[in-house]
């Protein structure tokens, strides 16, 4: 059991380009979540996926798009990167949307220059 | 406006002391509490939680409390060790909000050193 894997562990950007970052779980889990992690801030939702086949905006949407592509996979793209996307992306998943915890992948580091 | 608080950056303990991190939340329709774990350049890993029914939970050398009149939980890391030097997040989970129910929100998190 992989758990919750991410790809790529890092990348850089310049403004302007685009990129999806891939999520994919195998413990299969109903429900997936994009955060961003910013020095301070701690944990932001950017979309989440309640279950195969709706997606929903988090609290940061903005800037980002997403793909429930199946059970297992859910990715995230940047249209437009700008340099305010420079962050720490954790993709998560949990059972059920209502449930006790959520598992983490290891992260991408992004930065746009 | 930020519905969990962790109102401390960082908390520096010695070895074998105990480590007290502490988390407000202000909204009432919290149901369940969690603490994670993170080591830099890695995902949080989840720690120990506790629901709004109950006021303490323990595992191993980790406890968790629960003052719901006071909207604060704390945890409890009794006897502390080095690997135990972490950023902790403390997260509420929403219920009966709509389609966002069941969400966690995160505080800003606490990081924890403990020297040997």
């Known amino acids: 059991n992989a758990g919750v894997t991410q790809t790529p562990k890092f990348q850089v950007l310049k403004t302007g380009q685009s990129m999806t970052l891939q999520c994919a779980q195998d413990m299969n889990h109903n429900s997936m979540y994009w955060y961003r992690q910013d020095p301070g801030m701690g944990l932001r939702l950017i979309y989440y996926?309640?279950?195969?086949?709706?997606?929903d905006k988090g609290e940061v949407p903005n800037g980002y798009n997403v793909s429930r592509l199946n059970k297992r996979e859910f990715s995230l793209r940047l249209e437009s990167a700008a340099p305010s996307q420079t962050s720490v992306y954790f993709c998560?998943?949990?059972?059920?949307?209502?449930?006790?915890?959520?598992?983490f992948g290891p992260g991408t580091r992004l930065t746009v220059t | 406006d930020q519905q969990v608080k962790q109102n401390s950056p960082s908390l520096s303990v010695q070895e074998g002391r105990i480590s007290i991190l502490n988390c407000d939340y202000t909204n009432s329709m919290f149901d369940y509490f969690l603490w994670y774990k993170k080591y830099p350049a890695e995902g949080p890993t989840f720690l120990i939680s506790?629901?709004?029914?109950?006021d303490k939970n323990e595992d191993g050398r980790f406890t968790v409390f629960l003052n719901k009149s006071a909207k604060h939980l704390s945890l409890h890391i009794v006897p502390s060790q080095p690997g135990d030097s972490a950023v902790y997040f403390c997260a509420a989970r929403a219920r009966g909000d709509g389609g966002s129910q069941g969400n966690l929100i995160f505080g800003k998190g606490t990081k924890l050193s403990v020297k040997p």
């Open positions: 996926s309640a279950s195969e086949g709706t997606t």
């Open positions: 506790i629901s709004s029914i109950k």
């Open positions: 998560a998943s949990s059972e059920q949307q209502v449930s006790y915890e959520q598992y």
